[in-house]
């Protein structure tokens, strides 16, 4: 499956930003999804994950209540609301697709990438 992530920019601390992610290749929804992130000088981080169905989520403690994921099975995309963003989410954020069934927040699990979309927060 190819992934092609988009949406990033530049915003103030405490603006939003929508990531969307849009799939291709296979079907869609087979797929687990999620969104992962890397800071500068850092190593990547799991942020968010769907199930394939959209039914279940989960998130990282430090963006949950304030991100929200979630996917189109028929427009073939997987989108992550970030709300009251904080310097500290500024990264590199990726959406990866998992074809293992089983949700997961282990980044070795995910099998197919995007390439990533630039997310910068200035206080």
């Known amino acids: 499956v190819q992934l092609q992530a988009c949406g990033g920019g530049s915003v103030q601390d405490g603006g939003s930003l929508r990531l969307s992610c849009a799939a291709s290749?296979?079907?869609?929804?087979?797929?687990?999804m999620g969104w992962f992130r890397q800071a500068p000088g850092k190593e990547r981080e799991f942020v968010a994950a769907?199930?394939?169905?959209?039914?279940?989520?989960h998130y990282a403690d430090s963006v949950k209540d304030r991100f929200t994921i979630s996917r189109d099975n028929v427009k073939n995309t997987v989108y992550l609301q970030m709300n009251s963003l904080k310097p500290e989410d500024t990264a590199v954020y990726y959406c990866?697709?998992?074809?293992?069934?089983?949700?997961?927040?282990?980044?070795?699990?995910?099998?197919?990438w995007g390439q990533g979309t630039l997310v910068t927060v200035s206080s």
């Open positions: 769907i199930s394939r169905s959209g039914s279940r989520t």
């Open positions: 290749g296979r079907t869609f929804s087979n797929y687990v």
């Open positions: 990866a697709a998992d074809g293992g069934g089983v949700m997961t927040t282990v980044e070795a699990k995910y099998q197919y």
